[in-house]
C-alpha cells in the first residue's frame, strides 16, 4: 500500500511534485527487520573511504521503496528537495579526522601491560602494533573494533520516528 506526498522545490518555479511513498506502518514493519549491526557495518565502509574528509557517511532506508541505501556527503553540501525527502536517516558517521581516528590506544592495545610497552614507543597506536606484531594483527584488531561497535550500535529510534512523523506530516 502507498501514500502520496507533495514535496515542494527550492523556488515557487520550481513548483511542487507528488511522489508515492510506503504507507507508514510497512515502512516501520521493514525497518523493525533490519540488522543494526550491519547497518552500522555499511555506514562505517563508507566513512572508511572518506576517512579525514570534512562530511557525512549514512545509510537510510528510502520511503518509496525500503531500499537500503549508503552515502556520503560533503559538509555543507545538500541534495535536492526532491532528490532526498524519502530518506529515513538509520546510522550516521562524520568521516573528519576527530571522529574517525581509531588510533587511539584504547581501542588497539590488548591490555595494560602492552599499554606499558606502548608508553615507551615513539610512535602511535599502530605504528606500535605493526611494528610489535605486524599487519595481519593490525588488520584482526581493526576487524575486532569495527565488530564490537557494530554489535553495540542501535538504532535511534526517537530520532527514525521524528523524521517518520516530518514525512507523512506532508500529505
Known amino acids: 500500500m502507498t501514500t ?17 511513498i510506503l504507507d ?11 540488522d543494526q549491526a550491519e ?9 572508511k573511504e572518506f576517512e579525514g574528509h570534512s562530511g557525512t557517511a549514512y545509510t537510510y ?3 518509496i521503496d525500503g531500499k537500503i541505501g549508503t552515502v556520503w556527503l560533503q559538509r555543507n553540501n545538500f541534495f535536492h528537495p526532491w532528490d532526498d525527502f524519502d530518506q529515513i536517516i538509520l546510522c550516521r558517521l562524520e568521516t573528519d579526522y576527530q571522529n ?27 605504528e606500535f602494533i605493526l611494528k610489535k ?3 595481519e594483527e593490525l588488520n584482526g584488531r581493526y576487524e575486532n573494533l569495527v565488530e564490537w561497535l557494530a554489535n553495540e550500535f542501535e538504532f535511534d529510534w526517537d530520532n527514525i520516528k521524528e523524521q517518520l512523523d516530518h514525512l507523512f506530516n506532508l500529505l
Open 24 to 34: 507508514r506502518k510497512e515502512l516501520e514493519s521493514i525497518i523493525d527487520e533490519l
Open 39 to 47: 547497518i552500522y557495518r555499511k555506514t562505517f565502509e563508507k566513512a
Open 133 to 135: 606484531f605486524g599487519q
Open 61 to 63: 532506508i528510502s520511503a
Open 4 to 20: 502520496t506526498v507533495k514535496i515542494s522545490g527550492y523556488s515557487r518555479n520550481e513548483g511542487v511534485r507528488e511522489f508515492e
Open 100 to 126: 574517525m581516528d581509531f588510533n587511539d590506544p584504547e581501542y588497539l592495545l590488548a591490555d595494560n601491560e602492552e599499554y606499558e610497552e606502548f608508553i615507551e614507543f615513539e610512535g602511535n597506536a599502530e
